[in-house]
């Protein structure tokens, strides 16, 4: 069985991830011109700016593939792999009020650690918020990923055989 869920990102996290595109890579041209000219610290800046960049786009979210017992997400440049076996829960989340700790809210999705009182500390991955889902493994791990369908996907994951 291979079934995809394609990540939507939302009119926010679009206008978001443009806007700041757009402004980033501004400063990166002005960075540059001022490294040519040998401005102190401008090379620096340039590339930190571009990092930036390269480290929320190469994670950004593009789609969940559920296939071989395992769950993936998967990024631009990274997979996660959750085994079927290590999913003790999973369910439709609203995460309106958690708080970013080390992680964009908006710039290439949501994407990073995020937390609130109930769920603690999860590693997010999501495109819209409206169509997250909150995965906790049996080794404690939580995740946040949203999809086009969550409420099939979480039916899936629920109703997938018991493998021994």
Do not use: H
Not at 47 to 58: G, I, R, T, Y
Not at 126 to 145: C, H, L, P, Q
């Amino acid at each position: 069985m291979r079934k995809v869920f394609d990540i939507r990102w939302s009119n926010y996290v679009k206008s978001v991830t443009s806007t700041v595109s757009a402004v980033l890579l501004v400063a990166a041209a002005v960075l540059l011109k001022l490294s040519l000219g040998y401005t102190p610290g401008a090379s620096t800046g340039l590339v930190f700016v571009l990092f930036v960049m390269a480290v929320f786009a190469s994670n950004a979210p593009l789609k969940i593939v559920l296939q071989n017992n395992i769950l993936s997400i998967k990024r631009v440049c990274f997979t996660k792999n959750i085994p079927y076996n290590e999913i003790e829960y999973i369910a439709r989340y609203n995460p309106q009020a958690d708080m970013r700790l080390c992680a964009s809210g908006g710039f290439f999705g949501y994407i990073g650690i995020f937390c609130n009182r109930q769920t603690g500390y999860y590693f997010a991955f999501m495109g819209d918020i409206s169509e997250a889902v909150f995965i906790e493994t049996t080794n404690g791990k939580r995740f946040v990923v949203s999809c086009e369908e969550p409420d099939l996907l979480v039916s899936e994951i629920r109703n997938r055989p018991v493998q021994e």
